[in-house]
């Protein structure tokens, strides 16, 4: 693949805030709020985990320790994007994030407790469809 010049495009995410676009790819931190988003990200995951989330780490790909696993979800685009979302709007405003990939099933998972948390609905397009996050549920009912 390489020889041929075959690659994959990253994975990223979109939300527009203030009528401007931010896009963020995983593990970013050249964001301007890099700092505040970094910071509500621990903020969504400890209090999920109050509720009862547990990373998904069947999700990580690659072949590295268990800890370093729960380090590569939480740096996923989505996550990122939910994360600005929150610090950069008012309470009740709804957030809208696109992404070019499918969600995986732990990012959609922690997506929805921070819907609960927040008391936002959350609304991500991804590849396949619209997940409606609202009250600690999807639309999809966890199936997609």
């Given at each position: 693949?390489?020889?041929?010049?075959?690659?994959?495009?990253?994975?990223?995410?979109?939300?527009?805030?203030n009528?401007?676009?931010?896009?963020?790819?995983?593990?970013?931190?050249?964001?301007?709020?890099?700092?505040?988003?970094?910071?509500?990200?621990?903020?969504?995951?400890?209090?999920?985990?109050?509720?009862?989330?547990?990373?998904?780490?069947?999700?990580?790909?690659?072949?590295?320790?268990?800890?370093?696993?729960?380090?590569?979800?939480?740096?996923?685009?989505?996550?990122?994007?939910?994360?600005?979302?929150?610090?950069?709007?008012?309470?009740?405003v709804?957030?809208?994030?696109?992404?070019?990939?499918?969600?995986?099933?732990?990012?959609h998972?922690?997506?929805?407790?921070?819907?609960?948390?927040?008391?936002?609905?959350?609304?991500?397009?991804?590849?396949?469809?619209?997940?409606?996050?609202?009250?600690?549920?999807?639309?999809?009912?966890?199936?997609?």
């Open positions: 693949m390489k020889r041929k010049g075959v690659g994959k495009d990253p994975g990223w995410s979109c939300i527009a805030v009528e401007k676009m931010h896009s963020f790819v995983a593990g970013d931190q050249t964001h301007d709020f890099s700092r505040a988003i970094c910071s509500k990200l621990d903020e969504i995951i400890a209090g999920a985990r109050q509720l009862g989330y547990m990373p998904e780490t069947e999700w990580v790909l690659h072949n590295i320790e268990e800890e370093e696993k729960e380090d590569a979800l939480g740096n996923h685009s989505e996550k990122l994007a939910l994360a600005f979302g929150l610090v950069s709007t008012d309470p009740g709804t957030i809208r994030i696109v992404k070019n990939l499918r969600v995986c099933g732990d990012c998972s922690l997506i929805k407790y921070a819907s609960k948390m927040s008391q936002r609905e959350i609304i991500l397009r991804d590849i396949k469809r619209f997940h409606h996050f609202r009250d600690g549920k999807c639309t999809c009912q966890d199936y997609w």
